[in-house]
């Protein structure tokens, strides 16, 4: 069952529809609520290797519905720390819940690259000016 | 962008539109998943009516049927119906389509929306005298109900596949056709453009899950029916796509010469069906190593792998070979299968 529309407070979000939660020099990444809805649901994620690196703004995996396939794209750079196995065996996890079903997890190199991404009410403005 | 009598309906009901074919259509309403397992397990509603039809008559229009459609129309009597191809010189395909036999004088024939314009012209210019073809696209809606459940759900009396009759729901005048593009039970019903709107309505409080473009795909994919302009174009050839069975080579019809060549001398390449070994998901347009392409992919809900068509070198053609797919540069293992890829489990 799809998840509700929500862009929980306290994460971070890039405009190519990624979340980041920030903790301390690490971050868990994901896609938005609107990404997943856009995309249907998820049948396939293919991720990373992990010990490999993200790039902001640049793809570090896809996503992949029935229907269409999407680069991932990173919100900020960093060693990638870990692959979520859960949603590699299952994707549907990010339609149930797209915060839940994170894709990686990074160690950031330029902390200061936070500061480039929104905050959920700029975001939620953001897309309401789509 | 054109629209079905149905267009409000999809709207109201919160589908996603895409644009298809010169249309804007639902490609799904809560997902295609979900929409998917409703035509194999119970009933769905597709609306269709971005389909073309064309009434053929007069006293010479089976003879002009029978020489620009591959198979033999003689083999249906009034009420049935016959899936066939209208082939070019080059025995490639212009459409794929059914001819319901009206009567002797009086046939219909339903073409994809894409190719309507192309197939309209193409017969209308090899008219014969005493045969007329007339687009009547615009006066008509299709809805297909597809599923195990679905002429239980209509209240409709069982029939042969193939066949078709006047008949009504819930006080709707319809064609019945017992023809479809799932591989399940169902029927296409066609009715007049005014009356879809109640028959969608009637069709959904009977229990029909409605269901978009995007269910279509992957229900068709699973039993191997080709999408033209993936699968089957103007340059591919019903042997190479393995319709040999549709073409009635022993009479004479458009391309007759050139397929009964590739028959005799055997197809350099073969549309095949196959299943992904590894997570991924095959797509329209990748390669497979050796000199072959896919032509349609997607992920199979009920196998919840990637499945897809394309075709490959004969000699790899055999169900058990393994092949490689190009998924956006990672060589990605696929096996072909028989066809078609979904069997029910009887």
């Known amino acids: 069952m799809a998840a509700a529309e929500d862009y929980p407070e306290g994460l971070r979000y890039h405009r190519d529809h990624d979340w980041a939660r920030i903790e301390g020099d690490e971050a868990t990444c994901g896609i938005t609520w609107f990404a997943q809805d856009a995309l249907g649901e998820l049948v396939h994620f293919e991720p990373p290797a992990e010990g490999g690196s993200a790039a902001k703004d640049s793809s570090y995996g896809e996503v992949e519905s029935v229907k269409a396939v999407s680069d991932v794209i990173a919100p900020l750079s960093g060693e990638i720390l870990e692959v979520n196995q859960k949603v590699v065996d299952a994707p549907e996890t990010v339609n149930e819940d797209p915060y839940e079903g994170w894709l990686i997890r990074i160690r950031l190199t330029d902390p200061a690259e936070v500061d480039s991404l929104l905050d959920a009410d700029a975001y939620k403005q953001f897309l309401a000016e789509q | ?346």
């Open chain 2, 1 to 346: 962008m054109l629209q079905t009598p149905l267009h409000g309906r999809h709207v109201a009901a919160g589908a996603r539109l895409v644009p298809f074919a010169g249309w804007e259509m639902p490609v799904q309403y809560e997902g295609v998943i979900p929409e998917h397992r409703a035509v194999r397990r119970d009933c769905g509603v597709f609306d269709v009516s971005h389909m073309g039809q064309f009434h053929v008559e007069g006293p010479n229009a089976g003879e002009l049927l029978q020489s620009l459609l591959s198979n033999d129309l003689d083999k249906i009597g009034d009420g049935e119906a016959q899936y066939t191809l209208l082939t070019n010189e080059r025995g490639g395909i212009v459409d794929d389509l059914i001819a319901y036999r009206i009567d002797p004088y009086h046939f219909l024939v339903v073409v994809n929306a894409g190719n309507r314009d192309a197939a309209y012209a193409w017969m209308k210019e090899r008219e014969i005298r005493g045969s007329e073809v007339r687009d009547a696209s615009d006066e008509y809606a299709l809805v297909a109900v597809q599923g195990p459940r679905s002429i239980e759900r209509l209240s409709l009396p069982g029939a042969k596949p193939f066949t078709h009759a006047m008949g009504e729901v819930d006080g709707i005048e319809v064609m019945v056709n017992r023809t479809g593009y799932t591989g399940e039970l169902g029927c296409e019903l066609m009715c007049a453009d005014e009356d879809a709107v109640a028959l969608w309505e009637a069709v959904v409080a009977r229990g029909a899950v409605p269901c978009g473009l995007g269910a279509r795909d992957t229900l068709r994919l699973e039993v191997c029916y080709p999408l033209h302009g993936n699968d089957i174009t103007q340059e591919t050839d019903a042997i190479s796509a393995g319709l040999g069975w549709t073409c009635a080579l022993g009479k004479d019809f458009t391309g007759a010469d050139r397929l009964r060549e590739i028959k005799e001398a055997g197809p350099e390449r073969t549309l095949v069906a196959f299943v992904m070994e590894e997570k991924a998901v095959p797509r329209q347009g990748m390669p497979i190593a050796g000199g072959g392409e896919v032509t349609s992919g997607t992920h199979s809900p009920m196998l919840d792998k990637g499945i897809g068509m394309g075709y490959v070198p004969a000699a790899a053609a055999g169900p058990g070979n393994e092949l490689q797919i190009d998924v956006r540069g990672k060589d990605r293992g696929a096996t072909v299968v028989p066809k078609p890829i979904y069997k029910r489990e009887e």
